[in-house]
């Protein structure tokens, strides 16, 4: 029985453990304009997150979510953290409400957290920048000198940002390099979340002891860590700058006072300290693509790539699928680029391509393949010949684009066995095979015919006169049935139009109900609202609608330049997320920015 009890006890203190759910943030004491991370962190496993209104700070990144487990000596447990970075807008004291999610039925909430926000304080530049910034770092150390305490830290642990280029066009990829620099041990260590504003990034898996190697600076030998690797792509022009990767460590320090014990005398007295290290800045200068020779088939493609196009049958019946791929392959912003303009002939039925991504980010730049697969459908027999297709890029080794051309497609379109061909003449069947059965040759008739006076013409009989308005009514008929066919027909694209932006709302309130959930389900959520709304508002098919569409049909509208711009933006990280989650900007931003757009259309269209 006390064996029973103990178990019981142990169960119920390892449930309650995995029920701990508690709220942490890395400052409370602010200054305007700076950045802190919100964490909150579940012991064990939950659903249904709902995390505290955040409107009072700038969202910069997040819901961020990461999960962990572990077994340590048979012993297994796991957790989950939802993590924000957020950034301090406003002066004065914020209470950051709780949060909330469900475990076993119930629901777990965390304790109100209160941070203080205050004016930003002007800063002199000091002498020794590196110095100085380590001064800070060396309060928290125990004892010891504090000013020869930051010149041993100074000397013996920094952090490096190295890119492999600074002067880029639009699209051309370049790789941010973070490195450690140290001959210390470093006991624990903590880095902030990077946000890459007006780049699109992507982190590069690292080996560990691939990226571990030795220098020697200034007669002293250091080994260099390789913390993060990330490849960028600019999404504009002007002056970029790559942040600064932070990091707070605890690291082993020998201190030079007198000790009494005979075993700090032999093998040297050490305490651990707890500093800041910050890596420096780059400004990255991007430049616009020339305007000059841009090919109209143009799509933001920069790099060096192929074009290759096939099909899987070039001769097939009427109503039977040809699969045709086209494959751009090479080097650049794969991830990035659209598909090329794709004309089919009008007697075929065609749909959205199916893509597929063989796209692998490296040092050098992004590598791979991507496909898009056209499924089209002939309705007539005949030969056809597709246009030829082509693809533009930016080459920005040459400094000039260049365009790939595919060799034109036949196709051959056979009669299905079985059917008719529309349009065909009639052949009469041949005399073998007319039979004579029963009396279907008639013989002249012997009694006396119905014969009708001559002066009962036909020109005023009755059926004469219902031969003649016939053809009429059957006009009016045709015209009647074509005019309610239209206004059909337009009732059904008015009432579209009219009902686009509630359409739009309720895929926006389908987002709105995905902000707590993963990226992919929300971003599509938010894609299918701005679609959707202007397919219905201006008509268009959606299988009939891509962006080159949208874009004209805006400026034919007469659409301001800042509402097109804005709506390129959102689409373009709805689709940017899909290879970058945490990149673009934050849920809730997007479904604001999304709201408005919808808005800013619907007064202007």
Not at 318 to 337: P, Q, R
Not at 525 to 553: C, H, M, Q, T
Request: charged share 25%; aromatic share 8%.
């Amino acid at each position: 029985m006390r064996f029973l009890h103990t178990i019981s006890l142990i169960l119920l203190s390892t449930s309650l453990l995995a029920q701990t759910f508690v709220a942490r943030i890395n400052k409370r004491q602010l200054s305007l304009g700076e950045n802190f991370q919100l964490v909150f962190e579940l012991q064990g496993d939950g659903s249904r997150f709902t995390p505290p209104p955040l409107a009072d700070f700038m969202l910069l990144s997040g819901p961020n979510k990461a999960s962990n487990m572990q077994w340590v000596n048979g012993s297994f447990s796991s957790s989950v953290s939802y993590s924000y970075v957020l950034r301090a807008v406003g002066i004065g004291d914020f209470t950051i409400g709780s949060a909330s999610i469900q475990v076993d039925g119930k629901e777990l909430t965390t304790d109100p957290i209160t941070i203080t926000v205050g004016q930003a304080q002007a800063r002199t530049a000091p002498s020794n920048p590196q110095r100085n910034q380590r001064n800070p770092a060396t309060q928290n150390a125990q004892g010891g000198n504090e000013e020869e305490l930051s010149d041993e830290i100074s000397a013996n642990i920094f952090m490096k940002l190295f890119v492999n280029k600074k002067d880029v066009f639009v699209g051309e990829q370049l790789l941010a390099t973070y490195k450690l620099y140290l001959n210390v041990n470093v006991l624990d260590y903590d880095f902030n979340n990077l946000v890459f504003n007006g780049f699109y990034a992507e982190d590069l898996k690292l080996d560990g002891n691939a990226n571990v190697t030795t220098e020697v600076i200034n007669g002293r030998q250091f080994q260099v860590h390789t913390l993060k690797q990330t490849l960028l792509t600019p999404q504009k022009s002007g002056t970029l700058e790559i942040p600064s990767l932070e990091s707070e460590m605890v690291i082993r320090v020998r201190q030079d006072r007198r000790s009494r014990s005979l075993f700090d005398q032999v093998f040297g007295n050490y305490k651990n300290a707890k500093i800041n290290i910050s890596s420096n800045p780059e400004k990255v200068n991007v430049k616009t693509l020339p305007r000059t020779d841009q090919p109209g088939d143009f799509t933001g493609a920069v790099g060096n790539f192929t074009l290759k196009v096939n099909t899987d049958h070039n001769e097939v019946s009427i109503n039977e699928a040809i699969n045709v791929t086209i494959e751009v392959s090479g080097n650049g912003n794969l991830e990035l680029i659209s598909p090329p303009t794709v004309e089919f002939p009008s007697d075929f039925e065609s749909y959205d391509p199916k893509v597929k991504n063989n796209v692998s980010p490296s040092a050098s730049g992004s590598r791979g393949s991507k496909s898009y697969e056209y499924v089209i459908i002939p309705r007539f027999a005949g030969e056809y010949a597709l246009k030829p297709i082509s693809f533009s890029y930016f080459d920005p080794e040459a400094n000039t684009y260049k365009r790939l051309t595919a060799d034109p497609i036949k196709l051959r379109i056979d009669q299905a066995e079985g059917q008719s061909v529309s349009g065909s003449a009639y052949v009469a069947s041949k005399k073998e095979d007319v039979q004579i059965i029963g009396k279907d040759i008639r013989y002249i008739h012997t009694d006396d015919p119905a014969l009708k006076r001559s002066e009962e013409r036909f020109c005023t009989s009755t059926l004469f006169y219902i031969l003649l308005v016939l053809p009429f009514a059957g006009m009016g008929a045709a015209i009647f049935g074509v005019s309610f066919y239209r206004a059909q027909q337009n009732d059904t694209t008015s009432l579209k139009s009219k009902r686009a932006k509630g359409l739009a709302k309720k895929h926006l309130a389908q987002a709105r109900k995905l902000v707590t959930g993963e990226d992919a389900a929300f971003y599509e959520a938010i894609s299918s609202a701005l679609f959707g709304y202007i397919s219905d508002k201006l008509a268009i098919p959606r299988n009939a609608l891509n962006r080159e569409r949208i874009e004209e049909e805006l400026r034919t509208r007469a659409v301001t330049d800042p509402v097109q711009s804005n709506l390129k933006k959102a689409l373009d990280e709805c689709e940017m997320v899909r290879f970058a989650p945490g990149v673009v900007r934050g849920k809730q931003e997007m479904l604001d920015a999304s709201a408005n757009i919808i808005e800013a259309l619907e007064d202007e269209l």
